[in-house]
């Protein structure tokens, strides 16, 4: 675990990331994309991200092997404190509690930047096959997320339906009088080194 190190991810990291993200979208459920983003677009989607909220590489051996991301959860202003997570890992790399070392340091931004609600939006199914297991939903519950939603059969992919789950994890009070929410940008870098992230 000790090998694992974070950075804070960029535009240039476009094509590594994508080759980790890519056999999800190919060869699971997990994503409901069907074909995997070009790397202009990922690129894209990486900057967007930063532009507000983190988005952090995990890398072992000079390679990444996950990444993580917040995205705002929706629209509307009154849902500012609200964020959806999204967390991707090397196939290979699962046992080295890349994921978990990515959530936590997560959280941690997160509720710097005055978060206080996360969600994840979680493929389901009620018999695992070739294509989704349970797994992601018992990655998110042993971090303390709780299951608040359901979509059935709401995604239609390799010629099956699947569900599509909703968790949430408080990670802050609700007062009164909210404060603003923090541009990640704008986060103190000894909080990062704090919690072992590299700009």
């Given at each position: 675990m000790n090998t694992v190190q974070l950075r804070v991810a960029t535009v240039a990291d476009a094509q590594e990331l994508?080759?980790?993200?890519?056999?999800?979208?190919?060869?699971?459920?997990i994503s409901f994309e069907y074909e995997a983003p070009t790397v202009e677009e990922f690129a894209r989607r990486i900057a967007e991200v930063l532009e507000q909220f983190p988005y952090l590489a995990a890398v072992h051996d000079g390679t990444i092997v996950g990444y993580a991301y917040a995205h705002p959860y929706g629209v509307r202003k009154a849902y500012s404190w609200a964020v959806e997570l999204s967390v991707y890992v090397k196939k290979d790399c699962r046992s080295l509690g890349v994921g978990r070392k990515l959530y936590e340091t997560m959280e941690a931004l997160l509720?710097?930047?005055?978060?206080?609600?996360?969600?994840?939006?979680?493929?389901?199914?009620?018999?695992?096959?070739?294509?989704?297991t349970h797994d992601s939903l018992k990655f998110h519950h042993a971090m303390?997320?709780?299951?608040?939603?359901?979509?059935?059969?709401?995604?239609?992919?390799?010629?099956?339906?699947?569900?599509?789950?909703?968790?949430?994890?408080?990670?802050?009070d609700h007062p009164a009088k909210q404060?603003?929410?923090?541009?990640?940008?704008?986060?103190?870098?000894?909080l990062l080194e704090k919690l072992g992230v590299a700009r």
């Open positions: 994508l080759n980790i993200y890519a056999p999800y979208v190919e060869n699971t459920a509720k710097a930047q005055n978060i206080t609600n996360l969600y994840a939006l979680v493929a389901g199914v009620d018999v695992e096959d070739e294509y989704l303390g997320y709780e299951q608040v939603g359901k979509l059935h059969q709401a995604g239609y992919k390799f010629g099956r339906w699947y569900d599509m789950i909703t968790v949430e994890k408080i990670i802050a404060p603003d929410v923090v541009c990640f940008g704008d986060l103190d870098d000894m």
